[in-house]
């Protein structure tokens, strides 16, 4: 629980069978998240023996794809705030809390790996990965005059249950991809975000994409090509601005909780009215 908020991390496993009874009970053991839902997308035997008992909830997506994966876990929760994250290792259950730290003045928070106070020893975040993630966001950043970016492959993120109700309905890659298409629409509803620095780790195991340089190198052209779809509107949809849409930012929600100058005032006029009634009381007395 994070401000009276429920607190969501979203797993996609596949591969992380070693793996994904640490990460699991690592969130738990932050105190801030109330529901870890593992999305078994026809997931390594023995995964969900792994999970039974961590207290997390296992659903299974046989829709094969990360994209699919993480569209099942955002269709079988309702907090409202909801962190992808992945169970290999690679993300700490301790950024949790920056997460949400930078959720109360913005509606979503996006990770980035390519920080080299942040990268550990064994990671696989190696000069292709790393530069090529960054040149990415960075031309992302130029052709849509966008806040700060500097990782397009991050997938520790986290999104408001507002936000995901926004550009839920535009979410169709159920690929690799499926992460840089959720900055996008991010971007192009106009839905205020944040980067900041995630601590990255050596894997538990080997990815099935960017263990491969081919497959990341094929990844990395994916997401060039959509970048330049969406910019040159060759997706085009009608979207809801996030200032058009019923939405209210979480700092105003802030600043509506605490009470107004007349509010204060009235209040200062009761507490002296009760001082001098009891007062009077005394004195009468």
């Known amino acids: 629980m994070w401000h009276g908020k429920r607190v969501a991390v979203i797993f996609p ?45 296992e659903i299974f997506e046989t829709k094969q794809g990360y994209g699919n994966a993480l569209l099942c876990g955002i269709d079988n929760t309702d907090a409202e705030l909801v962190i992808f994250s992945e169970p290999d290792g690679t993300f700490s259950g301790h950024d949790v809390i920056k997460l949400l730290a930078y959720s109360d003045d913005v509606p979503v928070v996006f ?52 936000a995901l109700r926004v550009i839920r309905p535009h979410l169709t890659i159920g690929g690799s991809h499926f992460g840089p298409q959720v900055l996008l629409e991010v971007i192009q ?17 080997e990815s099935s994409v960017t263990g491969s340089i081919w497959k990341a190198w094929k990844l990395g052209w994916r997401m060039i090509f959509l970048v330049l779809s969406y910019r040159c509107g060759l997706v085009a949809r009608e979207r809801t601005h996030w200032r058009e849409a019923t939405v209210t930012p979480p700092r ?9 100058t007349e509010s204060l005032a009235a209040l200062a006029r009761e507490v002296r009215e009760r001082t001098d009634s009891k007062s009077g009381t005394l004195l009468q007395r």
């Open 111 to 162: 990770g980035t790996r390519t920080t080299r106070e942040f990268i550990w020893q064994g990671a696989n975040m190696g000069k292709f990965l790393r530069w090529g993630n960054w040149a990415v966001a960075k031309m992302t950043e130029v052709l849509y005059g966008t806040t700060i970016l500097t990782d397009m492959g991050c997938t520790q993120r986290l999104l408001s249950r507002e």
């Open 252 to 260: 105003a929600r802030q600043e509506e909780d605490q009470p107004g």
């Open 189 to 205: 509803h106009g839905i205020p975000f944040v980067e900041i620095p995630m601590n990255y780790c050596a894997r538990v195991g």
């Open 13 to 57: 496993t596949y591969n992380e069978k070693d793996s994904i009874r640490r990460a699991v009970l690592a969130y738990y053991a932050t105190g801030l998240v109330d529901e870890v839902i593992v999305v078994n997308n026809n997931a390594a035997p023995g995964t969900s023996e792994e999970v039974a008992g961590t207290g997390a909830r």
